[in-house]
């Protein structure tokens, strides 16, 4: 057990409030939706090491929330020209438009996270599907993108997820704008947002075939993609190194498993467990998110101490509405008194009592923060906020939600 917290935890088994706030209902909404892409290629993580540098195009890692007027593309067809956002806003000027940034901290065990910016919230009436598209870089065009858009709202205006979108190497499309001969390539030999001299096509998008040399396409030549090691310099004048080696980028490989598409609504089981405050020892919190997703609430339990310095521990409890809005759930927090250990009279003898309020913000995972901490009572003298830590793992089978990356920070559209 943790140093910092050395006390076990138990949740107060009597929350006479428990049934009002279960019985609440919630109305559907415009709500905050965390989106987040896990690159699953299993690359290294060694700094000294630095496989495919821009696994993505610099500039092209798109998504966006909108009426389902408009597709990326149609496998067939040419693709369209112009700027993929500015079609969208033609299509629907009502998108709301995003794109992924790369989470710095967290090439964690090989998988790099990209979660969705900028902070937005969704409209069920104007927002009702999701389309995605990411650039392979360095490429001459292939790309993976949805052709038909997501539905991540129902008729009736509630959220379909949580959605978890596997991405296959087989999935992967050719763009048919340039010939593949793997010559001037953008990440490779210049920056993304220059084309170079690379050689025009008027091809209709098509599944690509594979890199020059790859198992699906092992007789095209020259291969100067997968192998490739060296230094370039961006487009911030910056060397990046690179190594493409073929396990981690012949996507033609069988069951090639790219990455991961998640989109969540506000809080979720994810977070349930137990945490500690690394400032303040021996307290901490529990948390259970609970209930279907139009109805979500979360029970939270404080272990701390009276003011008096006694010593004297004390539980602190709530339950809330989180619904499908928010990274966030507003607290009316009780203390209880008056029982007697496994008494079965304690339900009448038990009394409780309003203790005040504050705010839980769900970060990501790992790590929540109270805040907006404000007892009835002028004698307990309540930091502004306090960071809790994971002190227990993460639920079975919930990994595949939280990621790597602290999107509570930046719910999107």
Not at 107 to 126: C, F, R, S, V
Not at 331 to 342: D, V
């Amino acid at each position: 057990m943790n140093t910092y917290f050395r006390t076990s935890f138990m949740l107060l088994a009597f929350l006479p409030w428990l049934g009002d706030a279960a019985a609440q209902t919630s109305t559907v909404s415009a709500q905050n939706l965390i989106v987040e892409f896990e690159d699953l290629r299993n690359l290294p993580s060694s700094e000294d090491n630095p496989v495919l540098f821009y696994g993505f195009g610099d500039d092209s890692k798109f998504f966006a929330f909108h009426d389902g007027s408009h597709r990326i593309y149609r496998e067939g067809e040419p693709f369209p020209a112009g700027s993929i956002g500015d079609r969208f806003l033609q299509a629907d000027p009502d998108a709301r438009i995003g794109r992924f940034v790369a989470d710095g901290n967290t090439l964690n065990g090989g998988n790099q996270y990209w979660y969705g910016m900028p902070a937005h919230t969704a409209e069920p009436d104007k927002h009702r599907y999701l389309s995605y598209y990411f650039s392979l870089c360095p490429s001459d065009d292939a790309f993976i993108a949805n052709e038909v858009p997501i539905e991540i709202f129902d008729e009736n205006g509630n959220f379909t997820g949580p959605l978890i979108i596997e991405i296959y190497g087989s999935e992967v499309m050719d763009a048919g704008r340039f010939e593949n001969n793997e010559t001037d390539l953008p990440c490779l030999d210049h920056s993304y947002r220059f084309d170079g001299n690379r050689i025009p096509t008027d091809e209709p998008v098509h599944r690509h075939p594979g890199f020059n040399g790859s198992q699906g396409n092992p007789d095209a030549t020259p291969v100067r993609i997968l192998g490739a090691q060296g230094e370039y310099m961006n487009h911030n004048n910056q060397p990046r190194q690179y190594d493409y080696k073929p396990e981690y980028n012949d996507f033609t490989r069988p069951d090639f498993l790219i990455g991961r598409l998640r989109v969540v609504s506000g809080p979720h089981g994810g977070f349930n467990g137990t945490y500690y405050s690394p400032r303040f020892d021996g307290e901490g919190v529990t948390i259970e998110v609970f209930g279907d997703w139009e109805n979500r609430r979360a029970s939270f339990a404080w272990y701390t101490y009276l003011p008096d310095g006694s010593g004297q521990p004390i539980f602190l409890t709530g339950v809330a509405p989180v619904g499908q809005a928010g990274t966030s759930a507003e607290f009316t927090l009780y203390s209880a008194h008056g029982g007697i250990f496994a008494s079965p009279e304690n339900p009448e003898r038990v009394e409780t009592t309003l203790w005040g309020t504050a705010r839980l913000l769900f970060i990501d995972c790992q790590q929540v923060r109270l805040d907006r901490i404000v007892p009835e009572d002028p004698a307990w003298e309540a930091p502004d906020s306090i960071q809790l830590l994971r002190l227990t793992p993460l639920p079975t089978g919930m990994e595949r939600y939280c990621g790597g990356a602290v999107v509570g920070l930046a719910p999107v559209f």
